[in-house]
């Protein structure tokens, strides 16, 4: 019996690797700019977080004592 050397077999296997390596080389690229990465510090002052009162807020505390 002699055996016959299927080519599409080989052809798929091929594939299989080349795919799994560039899968791999996409994942590990893709990695090192977000380690890299640094965020800048703003220079612009912060805006005060929370209850302000503003003049809008006053005029209504006004409607509210009348």
């Excluded at 612009?44 to 009162?53: L, N, Q, S, T, V």
Aim: proline share 8%; charged share 20%; aromatic share 10%.
């Amino acid at each position: 019996m002699t055996q016959q050397h299927n080519p599409q077999r080989r052809l798929f296997f091929k594939t299989l690797g080349t795919g799994t390596a560039a899968a791999g080389a996409f994942f590990a690229i893709g990695q090192v700019p977000l380690v890299q990465a640094k965020t800048t510090p703003s220079t612009a002052p912060e805006e005060p977080r929370g209850y302000r009162e503003t003049d809008h807020i006053r005029r209504y505390y006004a409607t509210l004592r009348d």
